[in-house]
């Protein structure tokens, strides 16, 4: 990485301060977020930390160095299928509720093959608290992926998250809490735990951060719509505090944002 790379990443993380209150609804239980903006997307920026990659730089089957994972690529959606991309953390707070707010719309319809869906794992809470905590989950969600169980590992993961953002993260037994929660067992429980304790993604998983920090996506959670930034945060509505989910669903299968909920670089 450059000089003028860290210099800016460093100075994405310093303009993440002062943070107001919002509220959102999800599954009936109200909660409250430190968010950067009003209703926006994006709350935590990345910066880089100086940290060594470690593991053992294996990509996943039929990924590119950089370049996210699709979880649901087997759904086998068509060419013209809209493209969404997600840019997420698993110790990002907002990406936990965004995921219990929009996670099942957003997989089903990528199962259904009604859009093509791209996930770059980020690791923003590492560089902002220290550690690899970022990293790690994010390998191990690959992991899980290699033994077709990303969207239930996904799930239970993001339900683990630490409350609190130190340079420790997750406790190294919530993984293996995840991956059985997610039906994992026998070989391949064992093939997944082989594939976690070894860090076999983590450089991966570093190396997608990289790539999207440098394409202009500092922070977590981010969404765009056939290359468009979709400002989510406009969804939620401000009287109930519930996130328009069926506004969502338009908005992902049309593979267009209206002007009024783009967001801005």
Known sequence: MSTQDRKAKAQAAAGTTGRGANVIVVAGIVIVL?????????????????????GTSQLPDGVTKGEPIEPFAAAKPPKDAPVVDLYEDFRCPVCAVFEQAAGATITDLAKDGKIRLRVHLKTVIDSNTGGDSSAVAGSSAVCAADE??????????????????????????????????????????????????????????????????????????????????????????????????????????????????????
Do not use: N
């Open 148 to 265: 077709g169980a990303w969207e239930p590992y996904h799930e239970a993961l993001f339900a683990r998250q630490p409350q609190q953002e130190t340079a420790e993260g997750f406790p190294t037994d919530a993984y293996t809490e995840a991956a059985k929660e997610a039906g994992l067992e026998g070989d391949a429980l064992d093939a997944w735990q082989q594939c976690t304790d070894d860090g076999t993604y983590v450089d991966y998983v570093r190396s997608v951060d990289e790539a999207s920090f440098k394409a202009g996506f500092k922070g977590t959670p981010a969404l765009t719509v056939d290359g468009t930034r979709l400002q989510w945060g406009g969804l939620v509505d401000e009287a109930t505090g519930r996130m328009d989910t069926a506004r969502l669903e338009e908005i992902l299968t049309s593979g267009e944002v209206p002007s009024e909920l783009e967001e801005t670089p």
């Open 34 to 54: 430190a968010m950067a903006l009003v209703v926006g997307g994006v709350i935590w920026a990345s910066r880089d930390d100086g940290a060594s990659t470690t």
